[in-house]
């Protein structure tokens, strides 16, 4: 009965005083959950920061191995086409030389080949 | 002897000949055409020889520019990688440091034994006062 009448006088300093505890341990949870979840989107961030690195390097690689390819293909085909002319200019060269005997006469000079008169 | 440095000494030289000539020295009779053949396909050695090289040096670079292009490519993503990183490890470090925190801790300590305190103090009051 004493305790009734002691907490019914004085019950407004206690509830502030559970008020002022529940509050403060509600905003430390607040806080702890708040950094717990920067910290879970820090983890995420990072592993979405070294896919997209591996996506980086993927890519320069694809592009530098499709450069490459091309590049080589090009090549090829610039040399072939060079070789066909280079052909065809020979067997031109060889009907000029046939046709025209003084040609063949100043290729061998030009040679270091020496005309016996 | 005399035949060795006869041949040694020899230089490369052509006559002229008609059909029933007869040559000067002795060697090899060929027609115009098999001289042309000679002389264009010389020519055209060379011609492949350019080619060839122009082909290899273009390989080559081809080759440098692909590995220049991977190592750039391997740069951009570590570069990518580690600048991220940081930041996000720099604002990970700072929640953590707000959390290790020296003079935090000695306060909650002072708060804690304060509240302590001042909860066995009110339930001695108050046991006092309710008898």
Aim: aromatic share 8%; charged share 30%; glycine share 4%.
């Amino acid at each position: 009965m004493k305790y009734w009448l002691w907490l019914k006088k004085n019950w407004k300093w206690l509830l502030s005083a559970l008020c002022t505890l529940g509050l403060s341990v509600l905003v430390v949870r607040a806080r702890k959950a708040k950094d717990s979840a920067t910290l879970a989107d820090i983890k995420k961030k990072e592993l979405e920061a070294v896919e997209k690195s591996s996506d980086i390097l993927k890519d320069g690689t694809d592009e530098a191995t499709k450069v490459f390819a091309e590049t080589v293909k090009n090549s090829i085909e610039e040399a072939k086409r060079k070789t066909e002319i280079a052909e065809n200019k020979r067997e031109e060269r060889i009907d000029e030389l046939t046709r025209n005997s003084d040609e063949i006469d100043k290729t061998l000079r030009d040679l270091g080949v020496k005309e016996l008169k | 002897m005399i035949f060795l440095l006869s041949l040694a000494f020899a230089e490369p030289q052509y006559q002229k000949l008609n059909a029933g000539d007869v040559a000067s020295f002795d060697g090899r009779l060929l027609n115009d055409e098999a001289i042309a053949t000679m002389i264009s396909q010389c020519e055209f050695n060379v011609e492949q020889c350019d080619i060839q090289n122009d082909l290899q040096c273009n390989m080559d670079k081809a080759k440098m520019k692909y590995d220049f292009d991977i190592l750039n490519a391997k740069y951009k993503s570590l570069e990518y990688k580690h600048e991220t990183l940081m930041k996000l490890k720099d604002e990970e470090i700072e929640i953590l440091q707000k959390h290790s925190n020296i003079n935090r801790s000695f306060w909650v300590f002072v708060g804690g034994f304060t509240l302590g305190t001042g909860a066995s103090l009110v339930t001695y009051y108050t046991v006092r006062n309710t008898q």
